[in-house]
């Protein structure tokens, strides 16, 4: 049988986890990360486009960089109705 230190080493591990899960979902939906590739998918993009001398490669590469903002915008919502219909089935 375990003893009463080891629940509450084991209740403060868990609780360590859970605060780390919080801070990972939290930079995972947060607007910094999205802006920081959105830029850095234009940089790569425009310097591709200039390298295979592309016409108006700084126009094209906002193309994919804004596709990508929508995306992550368009996935709250997916994920909200994917998770509302998986609990009504349960």
């Given at each position: ?17 859970n ?65 509302k ?6």
């Open positions: 049988m375990t003893n009463l230190g080891e629940l509450e080493k084991e209740i403060e591990s868990i609780k360590a986890r605060h780390r899960v919080e801070a990972d979902k939290a930079w995972e939906t947060s607007w910094t990360r999205r802006i920081f590739i959105g830029v850095s998918t234009y940089l790569l993009i425009a310097i591709f486009l200039i390298i295979i001398k592309a016409e108006h490669p700084f126009e094209t590469a906002i193309i994919p960089s804004v596709a990508y903002i929508i995306s992550t915008l368009s996935l709250g919502l997916l994920k909200s109705r994917w998770l219909k998986r609990i009504d089935f349960r």
